[in-house]
Structure formats: C-alpha cells, structure tokens
C-alpha cells in the first residue's frame, strides 16, 4: 500500500521568506505526484502535477517541486513567499495506472507572517 | 466552466438518523471519486467510480456506507445510522486526463 509522508505539520515563515515542504512517499511502482492547497474556507486546488518528463515542475503562484526517485520525493518550493501563501498544503500520490485514486500526506500548514 | 458542486455545504443529524450527500462532478468526466477529510484521519479515499466499471469501494470504512452513480454522471453518497465518528467534511472529486478536481464539500456533524 502506498503512504505518503510530509514532515512539516505547521510552518510559520515571515514574507519573502523561500519555501520548501517536504514530501515522501512509500511505494515501489510508478506514480504521479500532486500538490494541492486549500485556502482558509476554501476546497482543494491543484497546484502542480508530476506525471512523467522532467522532474522540475512548475505550477500556479510561483511554485514548483521536484521529483527525486532515488529518495521517493517531491518537494514543495517557492523562492519568495507572499502573506497570500497561508493555506493547508497537500501532497498526494496514485499509481500510475488504473485506479487514480490519491493517497494523501497529512498536510502542512503554512502561516505567513506580514 | 462549472467546477464540482456539492450539497449540501452544512448538515447537521442526529447520531442514528440516515444521511445523503450529493455530488454534480465536471461535465464530461468519466470518474469521479468520494473522500473523506477528518481532523484525526486527514483525507481518506472512499469510493471511486469510472464510467461503467464496478466502483472501487475499497475505502468505505463500515457497511453503513454506500455511493451510486446515476447515468454516469450525477452521485449520491448515503450514510445509514450515522455514528459521531462519521462527523467529517466530505469531498467529492472528478477526473480527466488523470488530474482530480475537488468540490467544496459537505461539512456533516453528527449530534
């Protein structure tokens, strides 16, 4: 079975701060990667995707991630963040085929301070 | 376009009374998934259904827990004798081209 892992529970970062939350995942085969964001009082949106290709991608607001197979990683990055970057940040797996169903890490919340 | 809607947003029951949460998933999306986001079990998979292949139910946690689609478009998830520990926001996501797309979900409180 999958499980994904994100360390950081709860960072608190002042503007213009750079970024990088951790992502882990246990799995043997080929997967896609996800990150998704949830705004405070908003639903999930997708931030960026790893599907195959180069490993660096770039998604919406600046960030990007980058996807290291040899350490089962796909870590979230923004060289400068905004107060706009506050939000609940979710990496997510699913296997490369068939079912698309995502495994989810646990979530790290992101303060940013003004 | 329209994204995924939900209804309810709230609901609020009492523990033992049956619930049904709905979901209107992107036109044209073929599968379309149900989960699960909990303060102590995060986001959990539940159920997952592709144009008209049999569900994966492989996530629902208990019989009490059953989702159809209707014409392959419009699903319903039932909770029967809802229990305190179904309290829960519930997420309801459609899929093309492999990238899954969340609705605001149905924040259900069991009394």
């Known amino acids: 079975a999958q499980s994904v892992s994100q360390h950081n529970h709860h960072v608190i970062l002042s503007e213009a701060a750079s970024l990088e939350l951790g992502c882990n995942y246990s799995?043997?085969?080929?997967?896609?990667l996800f990150w998704y964001v949830q705004y405070p009082g908003q639903h999930l949106q997708l931030l960026l995707k790893y599907f195959s290709g180069d490993p660096l991608v770039k998604g919406i607001k600046g960030f990007e991630a980058e996807f290291i197979k040899s350490k089962f990683s796909f870590n979230l990055r923004k060289p400068s963040v905004q107060w706009s970057d506050t939000a609940e940040y979710f990496c997510a797996v699913n296997e490369d085929f068939g079912n698309e169903k995502l495994t989810f890490g646990t979530g790290t919340r992101l303060t940013i301070i003004p | 376009g329209a994204g995924v809607s939900q209804s309810p947003s709230n609901k609020v029951t009492e523990k033992g009374k049956d619930v049904e949460l709905r979901c209107d998933p992107i036109s044209g999306h073929t599968a379309l998934y149900w989960y699960r986001q909990s303060l102590g079990q995060g986001l959990e998979f539940l159920i997952y259904?592709?144009?008209?292949?049999?569900?994966?139910k492989s996530g629902l946690p208990s019989d009490r827990f059953s989702a159809e689609r209707t014409g392959g478009s419009v699903s319903t998830l039932t909770i029967q004798r809802t229990q305190q520990e179904d309290s829960a926001v519930y997420l309801c996501a459609s899929s093309s081209g492999g990238t899954q797309y969340f609705g605001p979900g149905t924040r259900l409180l069991v009394l």
């Open positions: 799995y043997g085969g080929t997967v896609n």
């Open positions: 259904f592709q144009g008209n292949s049999a569900p994966d």
